[in-house]
């Protein structure tokens, strides 16, 4: 059970925004640092980061990257190795790779990844770096506030002063380390999925992954983390092993305001008994509208990480292979680059299926690690 990721009981569930936030390079005292907390000892090789924009012209060598050690108070401290060499310059928007790293970093250190610009008329010629905006990625791994973990901070005054207190979990860097592994949440982009995956008529939305190959699950209820355009159908959550139910939950009507048409609410639905998902399972987990009816004007949505950087490595950090699932009414598709909100409700009287049990009012949530809620 110990490779079990991210169950935890009476762990509330992140993220509850639904925004980024940016910061520009346009002073020689402008620093933004991204903060990095390895669970193992390894080499930090290369860092990428997300550029929201480019203003004017940047040249090879205008952009400098330190590793930094981090002070008991959560703020940047002394630069342990540094690197001026990326990828390709930027030009506009993507994300932006930094190379020539080789610093030994120690498992559960803080470190500050901290970057700014180098030309000599910044106002004129810089870089904004996007990152999530305060509870964007999963927080219990983090000290909220306290500068322990994966947070941002930034300075005005070239570190003479930092941000008081960091933005808790953001995501949007990524570090790859020269054992070949990564780590971080590399999405450039949060928010409410567009009508085109709406949930309504026949119509299903929602996450695919495999379970825990460790351990099955028994399952009371889904929560996901839901938008709406006009008024949405009832709803109910279903859970399919490919295209099999497994369940289904009672349903939910929303109403017309209930929720919102720009931020996500967490919605709640349980089923009338614990429904099991054995370990490994290829499982959908779906909202669905059961009594039909509804359009692209008047239909529930999703929410979530709506652009995860698309290749091999970024993928292996959303767990469970994590990523949307539409169906159409007549066909499923899946989008990797897009990964909804959501948890799985478990039931504390016997959470695995190993150990039976069942018939608990409680629940325990069984939510993805860093690539997801």
Known sequence: MANLERWAQGIGLAPAALSTSTFALSTANNYIALGVLPSDGKTLSKVKVYGAAVSGTLAGGDLRLDVFSSTTAGVPNVSLSSTTTVTATPTGAGWVEFTGLSQALTANTQYWLVVRNLNASPASNNLTIQTGAANTAPTPGNGSGTGIGWHR???????????????????GWRVEYS??????????????????????????????????????????GVTMLLLRTGTPQPLAYELLNGTTSLGASGTVDLGATILSTSSGAY???????????????????VATAPGGGGSTANCARGGGYTAVENNANSKALMPYGARQTYYDGSTWAEDDTVVPFFALLLDTDGEFASTGGGGSSGTAFFTLARGGL
């Open 179 to 220: 054992d070949g592994t990564f780590d971080g949440l590399p999405v450039s982009a949060f928010g409410g999925i567009g009508t085109t995956f709406g949930i309504y008529g026949t119509r299903k939305f929602g996450v695919r992954l495999t379970s825990p190959t460790n351990a099955g699950l028994k399952v009371r």
């Open 267 to 285: 919605v709640p639905a349980f089923f009338a008994a614990p429904v099991t998902v054995p370990a490994g399972t290829d499982l959908r987990v």
């Open 153 to 171: 901070r930034t300075t005005t005054d070239a570190g003479g002063t930092w941000t008081s207190g960091p933005i808790a979990s953001p995501a």
